[in-house]
């Protein structure tokens, strides 16, 4: 069981998708922590889809990887940046997981022989997931996001959950809408709050009262509007929390406080209060908008028709360890997106690459895009700009110096090319069993794998340790047949699986490249604001180097 003085606070979202009811859970469970609470982050996803492992990242946004293998949506990512914890597949359920298990449990005669129906055992199903997971993390406060948003069929037996855990528990239970409140007018300044009140009506007709309402808008709500909100929407005014865009998420915690919003939870909820403590976030805040110098970083990745805003859904993770690490170093990243594409159709583009000091090529898959990110890794090794790939970007490496420096010319991954005479890149026979069986869902390499670093190196002095542990999301690896060549030509392995079967890191000596590094996992999921990655580290680090 979890603790007896459990408390619930769930997030919905109001009038549309987007809001940004993740990053408001997320701070929302920031300042708790920080008033020394502990906080469990969970997020239901309405998706049947039984984990985030097969949908598409154009669509959907990234896939975030736990240690424990489990495959979901980019906000866990949000949880653990934020509340910097380690997560685990407790924290994580869709429409299909919950389905899928009570299938599985009708199937085993679990339930006696009753007839099954979707209300309550649905609801009730997703009540024993939240109270395991705040069991496991024993939290004071467990912070439910629930996605989709109110209205729509796809979320309904979540609310459901709501108001039958709000009706055995009616103390313990806070529930907090996220809505949009658009801006029309010429400024765009002035602030609508009509599709909100239809968004808390839509939520009284499944017998919910929300108890917070953030609005979320371009500026900050005035007096008027809170005021408004409140007497449509029967929530006291001290209850309306501005929520205005900012220039760094890492700011919403902060903003948060201003209005005073742990109080409010604290007293609502009966909690004990205890002191404030956002002492490095603020410190975090400060640098954030001090920065001056910039370093600026290129992404050299594959044209997306989607546009802007999902690419940045897509390499969210990237992103934010790019900016940990900047802001480690006191400078004001500068991150632009780069289509390899461009490169395979005019060579003489590779010269753009100059006016960046670090370029990355993060994760991928499938062969759209590649001949331009090997012609740029080729760029940035025989030009010395400071380079550092991601999974992908690691095989490329692996097959671009393949090609040029070990004389292997159609060296390949046997992803793109299976015919290759030369598959440096190239499938386990554990992953070959996945691919025949055509049941994909959750068949990578997934989660972390623990691996041995080569003393010397630069990955040894970024980590500073023998042995680390990072997460995993590819089918594919440096093929062992291949390591003694590559080694005689100069590419150094400098981090492998402890039995020495599988390469996870390789780079350049520092006598040959400021910085050429790949790994073969994806350090971005482990970085945090306050804790930027070491390699990212080490990389942004060269980038300001030749910058000088
Ligand atoms: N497509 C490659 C593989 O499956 C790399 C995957 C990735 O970058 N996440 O091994």
Known sequence: MPKRDLK????????MSGVGKGITSASIGKILQARGFSV??????????????????????????????????????NYERFLDRDLTRANYMTTGSIYLEVIRRERNLEYGGKSVSVVPYIPLEVIARINRAARLAAADVVLV??????????????????????????????????????ALGAGGTELKTKPTQHA????????????????????????????????MCGVAEEDVISAPNVESIYDVPLNFEKEKLSDRVIAKLGLRSRRHDLKEWRALSRVVHSARKEVRIGVVGKYF???????????????????????????????????????ER???????????????????????????????????????IPYFGLCYGMQLAVIEFSRHVAGLRRANTTEIDQKTPHPVIDIMPEQKKNLAAKDYG??????????????????????REPLISERHRHRYEVNPDYIKKLGEHGMVFSGFSPDRRLM?????????????????????????????????????????????
């Not at 619930?8 to 979202?13: C, D, K, T, W």
């Not at 690490?325 to 289509?339: C, D, F, G, L, M």
């Not at 670090?358 to 030009?383: L, N, Q, T």
């Open 8 to 15: 619930y606070i769930f997030v919905v979202g109001g009038v």
């Open 305 to 343: 028709d989607s546009g802007d805003f999902m690419l940045a859904d897509s390499y969210i993770s990237v992103l934010e360890a790019l900016k940990h690490a900047a802001h480690s170093w006191k400078r004001k990243p500068v991150i632009e997106w780069i289509n390899s594409e461009e490169f």
């Open 200 to 231: 808390v009506r839509n939520l009284n007709g499944v017998g919910l009262q929300p108890d917070l309402i953030f609005g979320r808008a371009p500026v900050p709500l005035d007096a008027k509007r809170k005021e408004k909100l409140s007497l």
């Open 145 to 182: 996001e629930v996605g989709g948003t109110v209205g729509e069929y796809e979320n309904i037996l979540f609310l459901e959950a709501i108001r039958i855990l709000r009706l055995k528990r009616p103390k313990d239970v806070l529930v907090a809408l996220v809505s949009s409140i658009p």
């Open 442 to 463: 959750a068949t990578m390499r997934l989660g972390a794998y623990p691996a041995s670093l080569r003393e010397g190196t630069i990955a040894f002095n970024a980590y």
């Open 346 to 384: 005019d060579p003489h583009a590779l010269k753009s690459l100059l006016s960046y000091d670090g370029i990355v090529i993060p994760g991928g898959f499938g062969s759209r895009g590649v001949e331009g990110k090997i012609a740029a890794i080729r760029y940035c090794r025989e030009r010395r």
């Open 40 to 77: 469990a982050a969970l997020k239901i996803d309405p998706y049947v889809n039984v984990d985030a492992g097969t949908m598409n990242p154009t669509e959907h946004g990234e896939v975030f990887v736990l240690d424990d293998g489990m495959e979901c949506d980019q906000d866990m990512g």
């Open 504 to 548: 996870e890191i390789v780079e350049l000596p520092r006598n040959k490249h400021p910085f050429f590094l790949g790994t073969q996992f994806h350090p971005e999921l482990k970085s945090r604001p306050l804790r930027p990655h070491p390699l990212f580290k080490a990389f942004v680090g060269a980038a300001i180097k030749r910058k000088k």
